[in-house]
């Protein structure tokens, strides 16, 4: 780097080196020296109209994509409006790059009341990051960087938030500034596998659990497993998609259902791959797991915590699927057939038992899956026709179905989508949020209409916050702040200059959808639960 | 039975709590119980961060703290950055938050809005902040908090409770005021002291911040009592009335009143950070290198210490080191500041602006012309930047604004709306730009949701003007400030809002006087055009 090369310029070359070619950003005075980097650079600027937006768009940029999404924000209000995306990326494991400005070095811990102040920035994401670090000299920038892709590439990926003040940003960048070569995941110990092959092997009634941590296992990888063993599939939200819910060894995302569970209880041994076994995988209590336990997670503390493996595996998902493939392979050559009569009948038994609320988010799902194609990427925010969503939306492929459960988010749904589709322009892209959860990021639609997104976005509307008030009807508790005005949603997508569309049928939400994925602008698409069509 | 989250309800309102801005959820349902039945008014914003600055409004209105009810997780990341504006700029407000239950704490388990350490993150933004483990600890821990909230620096003060907690019975706690500490009143000898150099000045000057609104009328008495030219900060304006002859106002960066400052041969600083958001960025006041003698007076004794070396330093609640002053410096013969003050501002103090700041003035003068007792609350943007410099409220808790301290976006409409639930007789007008008001669309539907008619005087360059300056100043190309914006009128429309443009900046008084009368809230948009310039 020359002496006229700023520490933020060089920054910004760096993350090119790194293959980022997005940030998500808001300029600000404090992070002028970034912005003069970017505006010298191939990489893509986009604007959100909140930094709790361009965290969401760096996510869904990182889920559809697998590659890290990328924020440049200003200090203080910047970092904790992003703060609520961090915290969803750190709960879902999705890596993301957050820089950040910080006040003079001087400044710092001092308490003068400088502009954009906060007493401990780098403690404030810390909880919410694999590492926040503040880089005190420019020489710490091209270390920090490389820990970063370091922790993305071979570690259980989460945010990693690095602070540069501002005098440092402006500082010349001297010494080396190249990209650093990124760890390799782990491989998993022979004789743990042989282990796990060999209980799975042996198993009467074997399950595979699988999660996010599975997503970029070799294609088919888990249904040929399962198929060997005659194994059921029970996938968490991050994890569906790696064997479609059409595969007659899938039992869905629906643990939460009784006859889901009551396969999960008689199975004998449970192989669970790259999932945290947390309520908001499943939404039960406690899991029905009973059989011997074979976990295979890249992060150590997860084999022994909430439901303690009989075997632990810590290792990539990928490397560990291949290695159980080979010797399950090689003991059962030819596939047991039993287990696709049982998952058929708890399927059947499951769709028999959905409640008359249920049915109709299950008409709705149906109706979406007509308008898409198979491809098609679905960022579904916390509604309840999502939390049906998850078992009732048939899915066929990884990365295409998007439900942030872990630090479950209201109004992380659209915004995730506008960074999905700037991820990946050619792949078509829906929202499906409720009304309560539209209205926490409803500005991020000037995004969308600014980039011109190709981009249905679904509201379901049930006029508040209807999860919470059939929680308070439930406990006695009369209905408070659950019932806000909405918008008239049709008038404001009008406004944002969004074509606008109220279905009046079942085919009508499908075609709506479709024609939303050619239309040169987002289309919202307004349904509401009470509309008689829909019963 | 009372449960624990009933019985903190009853206790809120026992202290005076008599607004509650919050969005219920499944982590906070049971502080929901005994809202029904009591006094306290609920309000629903559209996002967290709503609830935080409705509460920031509503206390910078009234000097009274409103309480918020936050879920875990997502909703405490969501408020932070009100938080952070209420800590920056000193102002009460109680957030009550649910936490996951005791046994979940710190365990990793991936339980539902889990975050590995809330209070890590909420330590930064808050002057007290406790987690109740048991109810019978309650009564107490509500008495640190509104010892913390009365009787020091006011700061929001953060109670979480795990929702196992949250259900246990508390039944036999009596609802009872909390025994606050009084806020200490100053050292005799120190006021002595202070009042001994006072009356041996002979151009003494008064440097008025936020901390001071408390002394009321008092400041203003000590002021010509001391016949000292007075300063006020953006939280101070209001203290002495814009006609007062000892009024130097706001803009400590105008060459004039610096020298008019700088030559006093002592300084009497109360409530104030002296902090570079409202004493200048680029031009520190000479003051601020010790050269006239400087007494500060300030509840944090911290504060005492940062900016400018005081030679003397009480720590007290300014109001009674206000009257204990007065007391003291019976019979002094006030010093002729006012001819001081004549001769600074002889030369127009915004004659050296800029003409896109300086154009500003007119649409100020406007407002105060229509509404003369309107709350004008600013975001960060081009008028209120202007108007914290060089506008004089005509009473206290009438002017406030996020460009000070934490320097937030998106905070006027809803401390707009905060402001106006407290102070319902009062105009009550938002002056934000486009880029700031996307940050909190969602209020829009919160105002009508509250019926809070607001007046929303929105300042359209369809960009983040500011930051663009900025970056021509700098060389660096704009990038990400020209922001696609929405039609606002059409928007207003369907929110249910009142809307009109200003084509004229003679149109203005009366779409505000108009706007003032109707029982709904109105936007007002203000663009280049509006000034005859081609926007």
Known sequence: MGERTTCGEALVRLLAEYDVDTVFGIPGVHTLDMYRGIANSNLRHVQPRSEQGAGFMADGYARVSGRPGVCTLITGPGVTNASTPMGQAYADSTPMLVISSENATRTLGKGWGCLHEIPDQEAVTRPLTALSATALSPDDVPELVARAFSIFSSSRPRPVHISVPIDVLAMPATGDWSARTAAALGAPDPAAIEAAAEALCRAERPLIMIGGGAVDTRAGGVAELAELLGAGIVPSNAGKGIVPDSHPLNLGTSMVKEATRAFVTECDVVLAIGTELAETDSYVEWLPINGKLIRVDIDAPKINDLYPADIGIVADAGRSLDALLGLVKAELPTPREDAAERVAAARRQRHAELDPLERIHQSMWDAIRAGLPEDAAIFADMTQLAYTGTFAMPVERPRTWFHAAGYCTLGCAMPMAIGAKVAAPERPVAAIAGDGGFMFTVGELAAAAELRQSLPILIWNNDGYAQIRDGMVRRGIPPVGVDSPNPDFLLLAEAFGCDRVRPGSFDEVSASMERALSAPRPTLIEVRQGAEWLS | MTTCGAALTELLEANGIDHVFGIPGVHTIELYRGLAGSGIRHVTPRHEQGAGFMADGFARASGRPAACFIITGPGMTNIATAMGQAYGDSVPMVVVSGVNQRHELGMGQGRLHELSDQRAVIRNVAAFSHTLLRPDDLPAVVERAFAALRSA?????????????????????????????????????????????????????????????????????????????????????????????????????????????????????????????????????????????????????????????????????????????????????????????????????????????????????????????????????????????????????????????????????????????????????????????????????????????????????????????????????????????????????????????AETLDALPELLRAAAQRSRPTLIEITPATFGELG
Not at chain 2, 399 to 411: A, D, H, K, P, V
Request: aromatic share 6%; charged share 20%; with cysteine.
């Open chain 2, 153 to 501: 620096r006011p700061r929001p003060v953060h109670i979480e409770i795990p929702i196992d907690v949250l259900d246990l019975p508390a039944d036999g706690i009596e609802a009872a005021p909390a025994a606050s500490p009084s806020p200490p009143a100053p050292d005799p000898a120190a006021i002595a002291e202070a009042a001994q150099r006072l009356r041996e000045a002979q151009r003494p000057a008064l440097l008025l911040g936020g901390g001071a609104l408390g002394a009321g009328d008092e400041a203003r008495r000590l002021a010509e009592v001391l016949g000292s030219p007075t300063t006020l900060t953006s939280n101070a304006k209001g203290l002495l009335p814009p006609d007062h002859p000892l009024l130097l106002g706001s803009y400590m960066a105008s060459r004039e009143i610096a020298a008019c400052v700088d030559e006093s041969d002592l300084l009497l600083a109360i409530g104030t950070e002296l902090g570079e958001t409202d004493y200048g960025y680029d031009e520190p006041a000479g003051f601020a290198n010790g050269a006239p003698s400087l007494i500060r007076i300030d509840i944090d004794p911290e504060q005492t210490t940062r900016n400018a070396r005081p030679s003397l330093a009480i720590t007290a609640d300014a109001r009674s080191a206000v009257a204990a002053l007065l007391e003291r410096l019976a019979g002094h013969s006030p010093r002729d500041g006012a001819a001081r003050v004549a001769r600074a501002l002889r030369t127009d103090p915004k004659g050296s602006l800029e003409a896109r700041f300086q154009r500003h003035h007119r649409v100020l003068e406007a407002l105060r012309s229509a509404l003369p007792d309107a709350i004008v609350v600013g975001d960060s943007t081009e008028p209120v930047y202007f108007g914290q410099t060089h506008f004089n409220a005509n009473h206290p808790r009438a002017w406030f604004c996020s460009s000070t301290g934490y320097g937030t976006l998106g905070y006027a409409l809803p401390a707009a709306i905060g402001a106006k639930l407290a102070r319902p007789e009062a105009p009550v007008v938002a002056i934000t730009g486009d880029g700031g008001l996307m940050y909190c669309l969602g209020e829009m539907a919160s105002a009508v949701g509250a019926g809070a008619p607001v007046i929303c005087l929105l300042w359209n360059n369809q960009s983040f003007e500011e930051i663009r300056h900025c970056m021509v100043e700098a060389q660096v190309e704009p990038v990400g400030v020209d922001l696609y914006s929405p039609d606002f009128l059409a928007l207003s429309a369907s929110v249910g809002w009142a809307a009109a443009r």
